[in-house]
């Protein structure tokens, strides 16, 4: 079982950028797909980037090009490099992780592990 933690949210003005990371512990990091959603008032928890254990990367449209997702498995960690942010995006950002290879990446309920959040929050 792995645990998750993220970090690196905050206030940005519209433009600005954020690196959020998320710290793994507890399992075989190499072995996970990694993800990250997020959620904003009201709304449901949606796809933004996941990257597989072979290091393919998927975006959901709204954040291609803008955000970029990497992970080090030398140091448990995924990250999530944010750049241009828009107001649009201010919502809860969660890193998930799940062992299975053929999940439907974008799906939340597909992974297993989900870390506690982290606020981002874009101002115009």
């Known amino acids: 079982q792995v645990q998750l933690v993220e970090s690196g949210g905050g206030l940005v003005q519209a433009g600005g950028s954020l690196r959020l990371s998320c710290a793994a512990s507890g399992g075989t990091f190499s072995s996970y797909a990694m993800g990250w959603f997020r959620q904003a008032p009201g709304k449901e928890r949606e796809f933004v980037a996941a990257i597989t254990r072979r290091y393919n990367t998927y975006y959901a449209d709204s954040v291609k090009g803008r955000f970029t997702i990497s992970r080090a498995n030398t140091q448990n960690m995924v990250y999530l490099q944010m750049t241009g942010l828009k107001p649009e995006d201010t919502a809860v950002y969660y890193c998930?992780?799940?062992?299975?290879?053929?999940?439907?990446?974008?799906?939340?309920?597909?992974?297993?592990?989900w870390g506690q959040g982290t606020q981002v929050t874009v101002s115009s």
């Open positions: 998930a992780a799940d062992l299975r290879t053929s999940i439907s990446l974008t799906a939340p309920s597909e992974y297993n592990y």
